[in-house]
């Protein structure tokens, strides 16, 4: 598994991108398809899988012709608190 600490947004950027590239090799999508059936363009799509710059509704637009929404709908979906005063706030 790849630590995504101390990684600078870019870095996590690319890492996201290439599992993402992985997952359309592997079901034998090409880029073309995948970009039809996700709405964005093959430009975009393509400059994404090289650098991991996209616009989040392009990225989740993605995920979901992928079939990945349910990762994206357990993102944050449990508390990471980084202090007691966090544990605090959430129940005020």
Known sequence: MIN???KTPGEINSILAKRMANIR???KITQKQL?????VTLASLKRFE???DISLIS??????ALELDKELNT?????????????????N
Not at 35 to 39: D, N, R
Not at 75 to 91: G, R
């Open 50 to 52: 090289q650098t991991g």
């Open 35 to 39: 970009s039809s059936k996700s709405g």
């Open 4 to 6: 995504l600490l101390q």
């Open 75 to 91: 993102l944050f979906t449990a508390p990471h608190f980084n202090s007691i005063q966090e544990i605090i706030n959430e129940q």
């Open 25 to 27: 090799k592997r079901r």
């Open 59 to 64: 990225f989740t637009k993605i995920a979901i």
